[in-house]
């Protein structure tokens, strides 16, 4: 499958923080990604040196085959929607959306249409009349209408009511069938995305570190559940904060396969062993021991 994004040891800091850290990852053309990861792990930095937004000084972003210093162009594949666009506050929505369909060149002008009255948006109002919630739903529609090969999504339902957040899914799942094309979701809602994505990158620590379909994260994470020693005696968990722990029965998560000859070992020890959600997965790769009184 084509390559829409590869990024190649990229590596990236704010001061002494590192963000990105030799990270690796490869975006292939029309697929839906859940970039998942949590606050401050870098989605929105990673996303920025994407769209050339921040200049990617050490490693390689390549949009579609080509650096944007090779060929400053390949921008045009790029929609980037965020949480906080800078809009100039006096403008009407009507002038943003003509602003932005002259900008991308597939843009479906009848599609905004029918997405401002789905959305309830008055196309007449100033852009600081709006609330919270509209200024997202405006931003969202002229990602999903962009029809960008390459849309990114960065918090895309922040402050959307349900409904909102339904009907959004709704219209960029139809959009994506009438056009596949490379789209990028960030976001915190895991399961509310979850059964969009075909495929999930999970980073941490500067890191990717889960990169899989989301059919094979859910063949593949598990929680593991036994003695301790007997636990240690087949994976390594070591450095890895139990979920669980009731008397001398621990329960780990694990992502990995889990074939014969492992779950034969583990049937011997008494090991139970059973699958879990994104979500659960998600959780349990960030959970730390938390004491707030001790
Ligand atoms: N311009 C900047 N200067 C200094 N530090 C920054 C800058 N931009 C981001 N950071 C820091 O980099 C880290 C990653 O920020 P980033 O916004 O990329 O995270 P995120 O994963 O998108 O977070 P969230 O889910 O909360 O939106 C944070 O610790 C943030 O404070």
Redesign the pocket.
């Known amino acids: 499958m084509d390559l829409a994004i590869e990024i190649k040891d990229l590596n990236h800091s704010?001061?002494k923080?590192i963000?990105c850290n030799n990270m690796n990852i490869n975006f292939e053309y029309g697929k839906i990604y859940g970039l998942l990861?949590?606050?401050?792990?870098?989605?929105?930095?990673?996303?920025?040196l994407i769209g050339n937004q921040l200049v990617c000084k050490d490693g390689e972003i390549k949009i579609f085959g080509k650096t944007v210093k090779e060929d400053i162009s390949v921008l045009e594949y790029i929609c980037i929607v965020r949480?906080k666009e800078f809009f100039l506050k006096d403008y009407k929505v009507k002038s943003i959306f003509n602003m932005h369909s002259k900008f991308y060149k597939n843009y479906d002008y009848n599609l905004q249409k029918k997405l401002s009255r789905l959305f309830e948006i008055n196309e007449e109002l100033s852009y600081k009349s709006l609330s919270r919630g509209q200024k997202t739903l405006l931003s969202n529609i002229i990602g999903i209408c962009s029809n960008c090969s390459i849309t990114i999504f960065?918090?895309p339902t922040v402050g959307l009511d349900a409904v909102n957040r339904n009907y959004f899914y709704d219209a960029l799942i139809e959009s994506y069938s009438e056009n596949p094309r490379t789209i990028i979701i960030?976001t915190?809602l895991i399961e509310e995305v979850e059964n969009l994505l075909e495929d999930v990158v999970i980073?941490k620590d500067g890191n990717v570190k889960i990169t899989d379909s989301l059919e094979d994260i859910r063949k593949k994470a598990y929680y593991i559940s036994g003695n301790k020693e007997n636990l240690n005696s087949i994976f390594e968990l070591e450095n890895q904060t139990p979920i669980k722990r009731f008397g001398d029965n621990y329960t780990y998560w694990y992502y990995g396969d889990l074939n014969q000859n492992i779950k034969d070992k583990m049937d011997k020890l008494n090991i139970s062993y059973e699958n879990i959600s994104l979500n659960e997965l998600f959780l349990s790769m960030n959970r730390k021991d938390v004491a707030l009184y001790e």
């Open positions: 704010f001061g923080k963000i990861g949590r606050n401050g792990t870098g989605k929105s930095t990673l996303i920025n949480e960065d918090e960030a915190h980073i």
